[in-house]
């Protein structure tokens, strides 16, 4: 069974502090996503990651790739309230034609 | 730049009535994806199209159909509709499947069913 996990599912940070978001995904993938979305509001795309070791950053967030460990992160530096949301990653695989979706993470900085 | 629009935004229905959410791609996109999301989960996969064929099949009830037009437009009918069906439903497009690019998401049609 396709899984994907997201760890932690809620996250309470102040601002000026950095965090790391977790995704695991249960197989082999080379085609990793990271996903924002805002309460009631639809998903936007933040990173797209097609490599393995491939890395991403933009502004305070830092998105990275291990394939061989089924990993994927999303590393936040200096949070700011800004960046309150929720995030999800999203794997595509070699059979199928869908996104499989992670449990999310909430994320709230607290200022 | 264009994006996903979906239409209605926002629909109210009855139990057992009927529903269709529609969805127009980003132009020169040829493939469709519907997904639901329940307040506080993350999306689920309902069904995707590629060239106007059905490309992928999730967790879509029997009680739910899709199609895609010749324009790429997608429709999602919703009949016999159930409390648990309110929710918001995503549409996203790419160019290609899964395998050739990132999906762009739509703003999402809210249902709430009373």
Redesign the interface.
């Given at each position: 069974e396709l899984k994907v996990e997201q760890n932690p599912l809620f996250l309470s940070m102040q601002e000026g502090k950095n965090y790391t978001i977790y995704c695991n995904y249960s197989t082999t993938s080379d085609?990793l996503?990271w996903?924002r979305q805002d309460p009631?509001?639809?998903?936007?795309?933040l990173f797209?990651l097609l490599s393995n070791g491939a890395v991403k950053q933009e502004g305070r967030l830092m998105a990275s790739l291990d394939t061989k460990a089924r990993l994927s992160t999303l590393h936040i530096t200096a949070a700011v309230h800004d960046l309150s949301a929720t995030y999800?990653c999203?794997v595509?695989?070699?059979t199928?034609?869908?996104?499989?979706?992670?449990?999310?993470t909430s994320l709230t900085v607290i200022p | 730049a264009a994006g996903v629009i979906q239409s209605p935004r926002h629909l109210i229905k009855e139990k057992r009535e009927t529903a269709t959410l529609k969805c127009y791609p980003i132009p020169r996109h040829d493939?469709v994806?519907w997904?639901q999301q329940g307040p506080g989960?993350?999306?689920?996969?309902l069904i995707?199209f590629?060239e106007k064929m059905q490309?992928?099949k999730?967790s879509i009830p029997d009680r739910f159909s899709a199609q895609q037009f010749s324009d790429y437009h997608s429709e999602l009918n919703m009949s016999s509709l159930e409390l648990g069906d309110s929710a918001?439903y995503?549409c996203?497009s790419s160019s290609g499947?899964?395998?050739a690019g990132?999906?762009?998401?739509?703003?999402?049609s809210?249902l709430t069913v009373l």
């Open positions: 085609r996503y996903y009631g509001k639809s998903l936007e795309s797209v999800f999203a595509a695989y070699f199928g034609n869908q996104f499989y979706f992670g449990t999310g | 493939t994806y997904y989960q993350d999306p689920q996969f995707s590629y490309s992928d999730g918001l995503f996203a499947t899964v395998r990132e999906l762009f998401f739509g703003e999402g809210r």
